[in-house]
């Protein structure tokens, strides 16, 4: 018996007209155009109509969907399911279908009570079941979709290669349901966004910004929060009670491709919910402590992002408007970022504090001072610091605070205090001049135990040491230029060099290292500025008394590190903090030297207050790890 009907394959929503017939021995044809379909008895499940509603029939691939007519009725009545009872039941209800359809919406009203309080589990378990194939399909769909909408990046840049670079980073580190891919486009806002299939679109303003490249990685391990959580399949779920019911009673997944093209637009006026957004940042805080990136970098670039695009004419369709950037969300990122801190990332986390000061990013200093501070006591100059960029953020309160115990700490640059610019905000304030009055008399108080006529010397040394790098500076550009008035400075610089050098080791050997408690903290530094621009054998020399002057805090550790690293260098030996770098003068790129044990080099670097290695190497243009130290984790190797 032949009957019309409509074959869906289930990869997507068209369906298409076929003839299909119920042979003798129970199976099923189904013939079309570029359709040809034999299903064998008992390889079918059928679902029996109630009035008008088609027949449905389950197939090993796909369905088929057959109106009630007489042709289709004959063909397939003798299939209809006989359990005991049921049978009954359902020829009654076919009998009197404005019973059933009664019934029906009684069902359908209790089911839409249940959704109320169970739509987003259901969409969340049906997301999670959701074919790979049904979820390409549907991010084809949303790809479609965007691109009546926006346009896209016509050509890659340098910056597209490193954002594709930190999503590679951060595949490398979880096993993903999808592999990730980026879609850049052009908004005229930064923002970025996940669309089913595993498709994260981030727009050229956003990568093109000021947003560092662990920044960038944190903006694209939230996405991949959205992502790996099905947030786009859920949305779609949830804004269709319909498409829940069709999927939960039929089973079928397919519609999801048409209904996928509305979230482009839904993402880009709404963005997801606050609900999916928290998920997502949880996501990526994990993702980034495993790829070994301080989960910090999330709230810093949403700070970034709010500082830049803040006001409202900037946020239309822009990433604060689809991720606000609340307080209390920045705040739980950092809480869950702190809890992976541990005291040595004091150091990095102070470098980053002035390094947001510098670039005028007051909150973002002043958070990152706050989490330092948090893991051990703060030098005096770190709360100075601190106070600093409190005052330029308009927190007087917080200043004054800083102020005070970098103050009590040993701070006693009193003559800074009263000419910083960055303080003159606040110096009309009625706090200022008990605060100026306590460091002038802290000052005092440790400038009177000060050895002044060596203070004196050693600044003038330090004068003179600064004028030979002015000399040397011009004296290369002017080898360079191949100039040949060039004796002169040979001359002067050797000799300021002579006179230096002399005169340091006179002090070093008759009166030892000087520390800040003795000549104060600009003038302690000196020796180790002469040294390093000295001679190997006076490195040789003086780096046990050097080491000796650390060890009592008469010396920077970061400075002995330097003066190590050197010596090592020039020894053939591996260095130990990777201070050491190497420039060739035909290509002007720089390369490190090498280091003994470079998987614990930032241990190293931490206990010497200095920043991590990548950190430092960043502006040279020199990528750490390096590929030729890196193991298959993307890790360090060790010796």
């Known amino acids: 018996m032949n009957f019309e009907a409509t074959y869906f394959d289930g990869r997507d929503t068209r369906g298409r007209p076929v003839q299909a017939a119920v042979n003798d021995d129970h199976s099923v044809s189904l013939r079309g155009e570029g359709t040809t379909i034999d299903v064998p008895a008992g390889r079918f ?37 006989t359990a005991r009872g049921w049978g009954v039941v359902e020829r009654w209800l076919d009998a009197h279908f404005s019973v059933a359809l009664a019934a029906t919406v009684l069902l359908v009203t209790g089911l839409l009570v249940v959704f109320v309080g169970g739509l987003p589990r259901m969409a969340h378990r049906i997301a999670f079941a959701v074919p790979e194939s049904i979820e390409r399909g549907a991010g084809r769909a949303s790809r479609k ?13 340098d910056r597209e290669q490193m954002a594709r670079q930190q999503l590679n980073r951060l595949s490398r580190t979880t096993p993903l349901h999808i592999q990730p891919e980026i879609l850049f486009i052009r908004l005229g806002r930064p923002n970025a966004f996940a669309l089913p299939g595993g498709t994260i679109v981030v727009t050229e303003e956003l990568i093109n910004s000021d947003l560092t490249d662990d920044e960038i990685a944190a903006v694209l391990a939230h996405e991949l929060g959205h992502e790996e959580l099905r947030h786009g399949l859920q949305s779609v779920l949830r804004n269709s009670s319909a498409l829940i019911i069709v999927s939960l009673l039929t089973g079928d997944l397919s519609t999801l491709t048409t209904f996928s093209g509305t979230l482009p637009a839904v993402l880009l006026t709404r963005g997801y919910s606050r609900e999916f957004e928290s998920e997502a940042d949880a996501y990526a805080v994990g993702l980034l402590q495993a790829a070994k990136i301080d989960p910090d970098a999330l709230a810093v670039a949403l700070e970034k992002i709010e500082h830049r695009y803040g006001d409202k004419k900037s946020l239309q369709s822009s990433y604060l408007s689809t991720h606000p950037p609340s307080s209390e969300r920045i705040a739980i990122i950092r809480a869950a970022a702190d809890r992976s801190l541990v005291p040595s990332d ?15 990013e007051y909150p973002t200093s002043i958070a990152e001072f706050r989490r330092a501070f948090k893991l051990k006591s703060p ?23 800083w102020l005070g115990r970098a103050v009590k700490q040993g701070w006693t640059d009193a003559s800074l205090l009263g000419s910083d610019e960055d303080l003159a905000g606040i110096r009309s304030d009625s706090r200022w001049k008990p605060l100026a009055a306590e460091a002038k008399a802290a000052q005092d108080r440790a400038e009177a135990h000060y050895d002044k006529p060596l203070q004196a010397e050693l600044l003038q040394i330090l004068t003179d040491d600064q004028s030979y790098v002015k000399f040397l500076g011009e004296l290369r550009q002017r080898q360079r230029a191949k100039s040949g008035e060039t004796a002169d400075l040979v001359r002067q610089t050797d000799a300021l060099k002579a006179a230096n050098i002399a005169k340091i080791e006179q002090i070093l050997d008759h009166k030892g290292w000087p520390g800040p408690d003795q000549v104060g903290a ?37 400075s002995l590190a330097l003066l190590e690293d050197r010596v090592a260098v020039r020894e053939k030996r591996g260095q130990i903090y990777g201070s050491q770098v190497r420039r060739n003068e035909l290509t002007g790129k720089w390369t490190l030297e090498p280091i003994e044990d470079p998987s614990h080099v930032d241990v190293r670097r931490a206990e010497m207050g200095m920043v991590p290695l990548a950190q430092y190497l960043k502006p040279l243009g020199i990528e750490w790890p390096a590929a030729e130290e890196t193991g298959a984790g993307g890790r360090p190797r060790g010796p």
Not at 52 to 57: D, E, H, M
Not at 346 to 360: E, G, K, S
Not at 525 to 545: C, D, S
Request: with cysteine; aromatic share 8%.
């Open 45 to 81: 499940e059928i679902t029996p109509p109630l009035g008008s509603v088609p027949w449905f029939l389950a197939l090993p691939e796909g369905r088929l969907e057959a109106p009630r007519c007489a042709a289709s009725d004959e063909a397939l009545s003798p299939f209809r399911k």
């Open 522 to 558: 600009r003038a302690s530094t000196v020796p180790f500025r002469v040294i390093q621009h000295a001679n190997p054998e006076m490195e040789n020399k003086y780096l046990p008394l050097m080491r000796a002057a650390a060890a009592e805090k008469k010396a920077e550790p970061a």
């Open 145 to 157: 979709a965007l691109a009546q909408l926006i346009v896209s990046s016509p050509h890659g840049s």
């Open 346 to 360: 004091y150091f990095r986390l102070v470098a980053l504090a002035n390094r947001a000061r510098h670039a005028h």
């Open 379 to 401: 030098s005096g100059r770190d709360l100075y610091n601190a106070g600093c960029s409190a005052a330029l953020a308009g927190d007087s309160t917080t200043a004054f605070d």
